[in-house]
């Protein structure tokens, strides 16, 4: 049976199998291993690309040293400014819809802030129980309020 046309739990069988009997402990090269992989980096080329991906290749294309050595290129760096600003706008359009606009962050930051300090969740000690208490009692959680402040402040 060719590995390249078995399941994903098959190869993943034979890959720990390899390791145990053909490559005393996994160090050499493994088949099924390389074909994980593959199939890993495969997946992955048919994501679409995330905020942190444009800023990767923005920080790449748009430096001193690109200028410096004269592969800066103004089309790029425009295109990758635009991309990221597509993010930016598709992110801000799915908080809103989700009831987290840049005033009802603020808001509820702000409330969560005085909660917080008025120790209403220990003041040593942590108690996870109030925490997700309050956070059930108030239809959002602590994560949710994160990434909102995250994206509103950048």
């Known amino acids: 049976m060719d ?3 078995i399941s994903d739990a098959e190869l993943r069988s034979r890959a720990r199998e390899h390791d145990g009997i053909y490559n005393e402990g996994g160090e050499g090269y493994n088949p099924y291993r390389a074909e994980m992989d593959r199939r890993y980096r495969q997946a992955a080329r048919n994501q679409p690309r995330t ?3 444009v800023l990767r290749d923005l920080e790449r294309v748009d430096c001193s040293i690109a200028r410096e050595s004269g592969t800066w290129d103004a089309e790029k760096v425009a295109a990758l400014n635009a991309e990221l600003a597509q ?3 598709a992110r801000t359009a799915e908080l809103s819809i ?3 606009t840049a005033e009802a962050t603020a808001a509820r930051r702000a409330e ?5 300090e008025a120790g209403q969740f220990g003041t040593r000690i942590i108690d996870r129980a109030a925490i ?3 956070e059930q009692a ?3 959680t ?3 309020l994160r990434a909102a402040v995250t994206h509103y402040t950048r």
């Open 142 to 144: 602590t994560a949710e």
């Open 132 to 134: 997700e208490a309050q």
């Open 3 to 5: 590995y390249r046309t």
């Open 112 to 116: 969560w802030n005085t909660r917080v």
């Open 87 to 89: 993010i930016d706008a």
């Open 51 to 53: 905020r942190d991906d």
């Open 98 to 100: 989700r009831g987290w």
């Open 138 to 140: 108030q239809g959002w």
